[in-house]
Nanobody, 126 residues
Framework: QVQLVESGGGLVQTGGSLRLSCAAS????????MGWFRQAPGKEREFVAV????????YYADSVKGRFTISRDNGKNTVYLQMNYLKPEDTAVYYC???????????????????WGQGTQVTVST
């Protein structure tokens, strides 16, 4: 059974940092691009970041560029999202997902992904 399990969410003050992890099991995702999405209350799920299979081609949503960093450890079958300088508007449930392709360019739609985690809550207080 393929599973993606996120962890690392929580409550943090504005300007703080969190590191999310996404551990995959059931199969290896070392040949697959991996992404992060988020969904705030009352809003649609939106793209946050994606990284290609080898970990050298990250792409970010404009809203998080310069503050968030996506990375991966294929040996651990895990992808990370380092979030710095957090803002209240970053409050959302964060989901990791495995893409249908090894490449990361323009892989920013939900349709591009076929495996999803259950999500982890991130709350940024003022």
């Amino acid at each position: 059974q393929v599973q993606l399990v996120e962890s690392g969410g929580g409550l943090v003050q504005t300007g703080g940092s969190l590191r999310l992890s996404c551990a995959a099991s059931g199969r290896t995702f070392s040949g697959t691009a991996m992404g992060w999405f988020r969904q705030a209350p009352g809003k649609e799920r939106e793209f946050v970041a994606v990284i290609n299979w080898s970990g050298v081609r990250p792409y970010y949503a404009d809203s998080v560029k310069g503050r968030f960093t996506i990375s991966r450890d294929n040996g651990k079958n895990t992808v990370y999202l380092q979030m710095n300088y957090l803002k209240p508007e970053d409050t959302a449930v964060y989901y990791c997902a495995a893409a249908r392709t090894p490449y990361s360019a323009n892989v920013n739609r939900e349709y591009d992904y076929n495996y999803w985690g259950q999500g982890t809550q991130v709350t940024v207080s003022t």
